[in-house]
């Protein structure tokens, strides 16, 4: 990925093929933040699914059907300036994925192709569980220093300075 040449929506393209895990922040029942990077994959419409073990304090977080914010970043290896590394934050509702669901196996397979075979074993696991992270619009992407993007309807949108109005 290359911020200072590359155009925002290819970057955004770029981040989301080089990411195979997102870092997820949940908060528990009293409010207390908890963040943890989590294996996803991503359907057309662009909402993102977690496999993830009961066992692990965010799952009981997503159960309880709070919102969650997620972050998809820029290896470090591959970042030219640490301060400026492309990144994209999205805020999501939450929905737990159930057995009846129609394209609950469609989904597992995702993982299985993406993953290989690790996921065959956990899907024999009793405790994972299937969550749906939809993301919600004002979504922020930013590509370097001065190159920040709000994510509406599927479209990035320069973020103006205060006082500013996009056209």
Same mark, same amino acid.
């Given at each position: 990925? %290359? ?15 080089? $990411? ?13 933040? @908890? ?7 991503? %359907?057309?419409?662009?909402?993102? @699914?977690? @496999?993830?073990?009961? *066992? ?35 805020? $999501? ?28 074993? *956990? ?5 994972? $569980? ?14 370097? @220093? ?6 509406? %309807? ?11 109005? %996009?056209?």
């Amino acid at each position: 990925m %290359n911020e200072k040449t590359d155009n925002p929506e290819n970057t955004l393209t770029a981040l989301y093929s080089s $990411c195979r895990s997102l870092i997820l922040a949940t908060t528990d029942a009293h409010g207390t933040p @908890f963040a943890s990077p989590v294996p996803f994959v991503r %359907n057309d419409q662009g909402d993102y @699914f977690v @496999f993830v073990s009961g *066992l692990a304090a965010h799952t009981n977080h997503l159960d309880s059907g709070r919102p969650a914010s997620i972050l998809l970043v820029q290896d470090e290896s591959m970042t030219t300036q640490i301060f400026a590394r492309t990144r994209l934050t999205q805020q $999501c509702q939450v929905k737990k994925i159930d057995s009846t669901r129609p394209d609950r196996e469609t989904i597992l397979e995702s993982f299985e192709q993406r993953f290989g075979q690790v996921v065959s074993v *956990l899907r024999s696991l009793p405790d994972f $569980c299937l969550f749906q992270l939809h993301p919600q619009d004002g979504g922020r992407f930013v590509t370097g @220093f001065g190159q920040a993007y709000d994510l509406i %309807n599927g479209s990035l949108r320069p973020v103006m300075p205060p006082g500013q109005k %996009n056209p």
